[in-house]
């Protein structure tokens, strides 16, 4: 039996990156896994059918989770195919980095609504669907300690993200329903590669701040979030976890 047999995980954003090496993760340990994607459906179909090849049990849901009814929708899936929730990663989320000069209403708008507000709609649903309990992971940066130049929306995202995590836990904790964060460096995913940050200056910048001394995958993050939905982080609630090689952009 894995750490996580019985339990059932909604992940959302999990069709690709970090939220699919999550989502992999929590499966390998025997939880039940709902894959939620807002477009990638090929792609989380591949994460739900390697899960289901691997003995555990994954369905698909497409949500926007800035939308109250999609996430609505998300957990009514969830609840119709395994009962209850027990472990959520909001994992869902998008960045962008602009001078000051740059910065759009639209794409403050845009990160602000799926980041922040998708984070708290998506817990606001997981917490009617938790009976007994459960464990909140919600993912932040290491750019909400030390924002770069251009990062000024998006790391105040994740600093809002950090101040949620920290009041929940204390609102959540009577219900038992621990609420922590993952806070990563640069990881090598699809997003960073098209992008380009998984390469060139970016890249070499963010490796001379890493003493671990590469960039991160995807499966760095995952394992401590299978910590942090298992007993073994029991006792742990209110926590930023940096998970980042001790990166300090």
């Known amino acids: 039996m894995g750490k996580l047999t019985g339990k059932t995980a909604v992940v959302t954003g999990a069709s690709k990156g970090i939220g699919a090496g999550i989502a992999l993760a929590l499966a390998k340990e025997g939880a039940n896994v709902v894959v939620n994607y807002a477009r990638a459906k ?30 609505d929708k998300l957990f009514a899936e969830a ?5 209850k929730v027990d472990i959520l990663v909001n994992n869902a989320g998008v960045y962008e980095f602009a001078p000051l000069a740059d910065i759009t209403e639209e794409s403050y708008r845009r990160q602000f609504d799926l980041n922040v507000l998708g984070t708290l709609l ?10 007994n309990g459960g464990s909140i992971i919600n ?10 130049p251009g990062g000024s929306v998006y790391s105040a995202t994740k600093g809002a993200i950090d101040v949620i995590t920290r009041t929940l836990a204390q609102e959540l904790g009577p219900q038992k329903i621990r609420v922590n964060s993952l806070a990563p460096g640069l990881v090598n995913t699809e997003g960073t590669r098209t992008s380009g940050n998984a390469e060139g200056e970016f890249k ?13 995958e995807p ?31």
Request: glycine letters at 8%; a negative charge.
């Open 204 to 216: 070499e910048f963010a490796i001379s701040r890493t003493p671990l001394g590469r960039v991160g």
């Open 79 to 83: 609840t119709k195919a395994f009962g």
């Open 219 to 249: 499966d760095d993050i995952a394992k401590v979030a299978v910590f942090l939905a298992s007993d073994d982080s029991a006792w742990m609630t209110g926590e930023v976890l940096p998970v980042a090689g001790g990166a300090r952009l």
């Open 122 to 131: 998506s817990t606001q649903a997981a917490i009617k669907s938790m009976p």
């Open 139 to 148: 993912l932040s940066s290491v750019v909400s300690l030390t924002p770069p």
């Open 42 to 71: 090929d792609d989380a179909e591949k994460v739900a059918a390697q899960i289901n090849q691997n003995g555990s049990k994954a369905i698909t849901v497409q949500a926007d989770v800035s939308k109250k009814a999609d996430v």
